[in-house]
Structure formats: structure tokens, C-alpha cells
């Protein structure tokens, strides 16, 4: 299909994989899929917002606010644990993907993850900057203060990574979007706490993520001593640039950080990190479209171009773009391990949907 007709395919295949209520389906076909993540949904919500469809970005953030609006007697038991150093289960946490109708999820699957909660507060502020519609601030009053309260307090505890792996480490990219979250807002409402918190989590990044002059993967704290735990690169690290800007495109640090994503992780598509072996550790489309975003705000648009390119030869005879790909795996031996157990990767994967029109949009 031609780029044009992608992009309305993608449109289209996110609107039809949008429940009544607002939730956006990961993968409609993909069983373990068949939730909302506030990660996944909020850069969605982003990318119909690009690209004019902003009732429907609209309708996924009135539904995290539904979701999470009757939360507070449980944040507040969280919040008293925490004062009195009692110990918390990940269960006890909030979720990081509901049903669809806005149930919680109570299935065997890490739930403590804290990525969304900053990811959607930064997604709503792009849409209200985009829309004008200053109402949603006092709509959502309710479920906008129990996330600052929940990420202000436990920015720094372990948690699940973006993958929904390692959950005994704290993750640069999950801090970025914390920072991205509590900055976006803080500056929107005026309100100093939350800049200055997001100013600390930022130099706390750069105090303790960056190792050999790149950011790392992972960190955790030894004897009160924070320092690598995963000191590879993770492609979810270019989210400290683009979108949540915690270090310019061009930084020294994030230059050398593509470097080395290059290097580890770049065929035609771009790779999640070295030891992966989810379904052998294939190329991703969402963040092969990342990638590109970083490269054309270093000023390489032929590079973007050719991202942009390769991800839409992935598409299959329906205009249906999957998770990955398996042209090039970092464990071919396991991938029918996986298969065997879920089947073939998840298509349609509405976040790799997304990601195109957010390349295809930034590059027009």
C-alpha cells in the first residue's frame, strides 16, 4: 500500500479497536493483548491527536479518568504504608492496564508499573495545548491529583519496566516519562512542586543512569549507593529525548546512547535490547519509528525517511502493521517456544499504528 493509504488504514484500524468507553484494544487479536494499557493508549491517544482525530484521543483520556477517578481511598492506604515504612506487595499497587469496560486486571501479570501514569498526564496536557480545552483540567481533577500524588511519592520505588520485565530496578525510561508528566502539567497549571520534582528526577537520570558516557538500561540502589544493574542500552531509552525531552536529541549523552543502539540493536528495524528473547528478540516497528524521530531531530531526515520506509514494507496485504518482525532475531531458537505458547506475534498492534502516523506526520 501507498503511504496515504496506510495512513487511513491506521486510522481506521485504531477507531474500529476502540471500546465505547474510550479504551484502546493493544492488539484485538492478540489474547494476552486484549487490555488498555495507559503507556500504550496514551501515545495512540497522541498520535490521533496529530493527525485530527482528537474526539478519539479524547475519549481515551475521559476513560483513564474513569478508571482511575475512584481510586483515592486505595493510593491513600498506599500513601500511609509508605510514611510508616510498612512494607507494600507489587499487588497493592495501581494497575498499568485495565479492562477494556475499566475493570482492573487481576490476571498473574506484573502489574506495579509506573510509565503510564506519567505518560498519560503528558499526553493529556499535549491535548488540551493542541485543543484548547482547559475544561478537561477541572473534569478530570479527580484522577489528574491521585496520579500526581501516586508518581510524587513513588518515582523512585521498582517497578516493571516498559516490557513488563525486571521489576527489582528502576528504569531511565519510565523516569522520563514521570518527568515528562509532572513538567508538562507543572508548567500548564504553575504549579512549582511539580516542576521542581520533575527538575529532580531529571538530574537524578543524569546523576545515576548514565554509564561510559551513555544512559544504561537499568539502575538499582546497593547500600544506599545507586549504580547500573542492566548497564546495556534499551531502545525505550530514546524517550529521553523524543517525546519527553528530558535531554535534547543532540546531547553528548543520548548522541552516544544511539550510538551504541546502533551498533547492538539496528538491522533494516531497530531491536528492544541485547538479552532480549521475547518471540527471539525481533525488530520492532514502534520503536524502529522512534528511532527515526530522533534521527530527524539530529537533522538526519534521509535516515527518518528510510525508518519510515521500512516500516510500511511490514504491512501485510490488509494494511496491518504486527509488534515485530522476524527478519533478523536475537534468539531464533525460542521463537517457536513463544509461538507454541501464544501464537504468532500480536496483529494488528495498534502502538505500532500509531508510531507510523507520528513518523509519517513529523516527516510531512
Known amino acids: 500500500m501507498e503511504q496515504e493509504q496506510l495512513i487511513s488504514r491506521s486510522i481506521e484500524v485504531i477507531k474500529l479497536n476502540q471500546h465505547p468507553s474510550g479504551g484502546y484494544v493493544a492488539s484485538p487479536l492478540f489474547p494476552a493483548y486484549t487490555y488498555s494499557w495507559l503507556r500504550d493508549g496514551t501515545f495512540i491517544a497522541n498520535a490521533m491527536d496529530r493527525v485530527g482525530e482528537t474526539q478519539s484521543a479524547e475519549q481515551f483520556y475521559r476513560w483513564v479518568h474513569n478508571v482511575l477517578k475512584d481510586k483515592r481511598s486505595r493510593l491513600d492506604e498506599l500513601l500511609r504504608k509508605h510514611a510508616n515504612n510498612i512494607w507494600i506487595d507489587r499487588s497493592e499497587f495501581l494497575g498499568t492496564r485495565y479492562h477494556l469496560d475499566g475493570r482492573d486486571d487481576h490476571s498473574e501479570w506484573g502489574h506495579f508499573q509506573l510509565d503510564g501514569y506519567g ?40 517497578n516493571f519496566d516498559c516490557w513488563e520485565e525486571y521489576p527489582d530496578y528502576v528504569h531511565p525510561a ?14 500548564l497549571e504553575s504549579r512549582q512542586d511539580l516542576v521542581e520534582k520533575a527538575q529532580f528526577i531529571r538530574q537524578f537520570i543524569h546523576t545515576h543512569a548514565v554509564h561510559e558516557g551513555r544512559f544504561v538500561k537499568s539502575i538499582h540502589c ?19 529525548a523524543v517525546p519527553f525531552n528530558v535531554c535534547e536529541a543532540t546531547d553528548p549523552i543520548m548522541v552516544r546512547t544511539v550510538q551504541t543502539i546502533e551498533a547492538e540493536l539496528k538491522h533494516g528495524g531497530i531491536q528492544r535490547y541485547y538479552e532480549d528473547r521475547y518471540y527471539g528478540g525481533g525488530e520492532w516497528l514502534l520503536l524502529t519509528a522512534w528511532y527515526g524521530l530522533v534521527k530527524l ?62 513518523l509519517s506526520d513529523r516527516l510531512s
Open 174 to 187: 519510565t523516569l522520563a516519562c514521570l518527568y515528562g508528566g509532572l513538567n508538562t502539567l507543572g508548567e
Open 297 to 358: 531531530e539530529m537533522g538526519d531526515k534521509e535516515e527518518a525517511q528510510r525508518c519510515l520506509t521500512w516500516i510500511m514494507s511490514k504491512a501485510d496485504g490488509l494494511g496491518r502493521f504486527p509488534e515485530q518482525v522476524t527478519d533478523h532475531l536475537r534468539e531464533p531458537g525460542v521463537y517457536a517456544e513463544w509461538t507454541a505458547k501464544h501464537g504468532e506475534p500480536a496483529l494488528p498492534l495498534l502502538w505500532s499504528h500509531a508510531m507510523f502516523l507520528v
Open 222 to 240: 546497593i547500600n544506599e549507593i545507586w549504580q547500573p544493574a542492566l548497564s546495556g542500552v534499551d531502545a525505550s531509552l530514546l524517550w529521553l
Open 119 to 158: 505518560a498519560w498526564l503528558w499526553g493529556l496536557v499535549a491535548h488540551i495545548r493542541q485543543t484548547g480545552n482547559t475544561s478537561l483540567l477541572d473534569e478530570f481533577r479527580t484522577s489528574i491529583e491521585i496520579t500526581v500524588d501516586y508518581v510524587m511519592n513513588f518515582w523512585h520505588y521498582p
